[in-house]
T-cell receptor, first 113, second 113 residues
């Protein structure tokens, strides 16, 4: 989706290092989400934010942190406390209307060795 | 809690045949059901969605049916083509979770030429 930019596409880190994944949107959507996807698996919700300066934990928030200082940006930090950080990370946005679809970025593949 | 079951997890069809993917959900108050297609290395893209006030919706070779009484909905792809090969996800909104979407586990569709 051209309106959601995730960078970089591939990221490599050594174990024990924190790493921040970027998600920027120009869709003027209120809500933003971070999902984790493991090979052959579905989408698991890490964190979400429905408004600037507010965010909520999802199903698998342990070892991750986020911030929402601007409407356009929702960076995700994978900390050294995350035991299995290697995965495909997807950012999504949603406008403020009830029952509207999520729009996804093209993801960042993080490999930690 | 919210739950969306998706079947089958893998589906192989011959080019030109039809493919059907089924999902069931747990919350009788759910009223929005999108379907996403995810190609390798990319984020999921919305392909069709349905709201609870209709029973069926079509868009060219793709159709979705909804049975609210039975709490299940299905994706139908007719005249399949090799480019339909991808992972498909269903999702349902859950009223008590602020209308957030919960995703099924995904179906890997393979269309053999």
């Amino acid at each position: 989706d051209g309106g959601i930019t995730q960078s970089p596409k591939y990221l490599f880190r050594k174990e024990g290092q924190n790493v921040t994944l970027s998600c920027e949107q120009n869709l003027n959507h209120d809500a933003m989400y971070w999902y984790r996807q493991d090979p052959g698996q579905g989408l698991r919700l890490i964190y979400y934010s429905q408004i600037v300066n507010d965010f909520q934990k999802g199903d698998i928030a342990e070892g991750y942190s986020v911030s929402r200082e601007k409407k356009e940006s929702f960076p995700l930090t994978v900390t050294s406390a995350q035991k299995n950080p290697t995965a495909f990370y997807l950012c999504a946005t949603q406008d403020g209307q009830k029952n509207s679809p999520l729009h996804f970025g093209n993801g960042t593949r993080l490999t930690v060795t | 809690g919210e739950n969306v079951e998706q079947h089958p997890s893998t589906l192989s069809v011959q080019e030109g045949d039809s493919a059907v993917i089924k999902c069931t959900y747990s919350d009788s108050a759910s009223n929005y059901f999108p379907w996403y297609k995810q190609e390798l290395g990319k984020g999921p893209q919305l392909i069709i969605d349905i709201r609870s006030n209709v029973g069926e919706k079509k868009d060219q070779r793709i159709a979705v049916t909804l049975n609210k009484t039975a709490k299940h909905f299905s994706l139908h792809i007719t005249e399949t083509q090799p480019e339909d090969s991808a992972v498909y996800f269903c999702a349902a909104s859950f009223q008590h979770a602020g209308n957030m979407l919960t995703f099924g586990g995904g179906t890997r569709l393979m269309v053999k030429p």
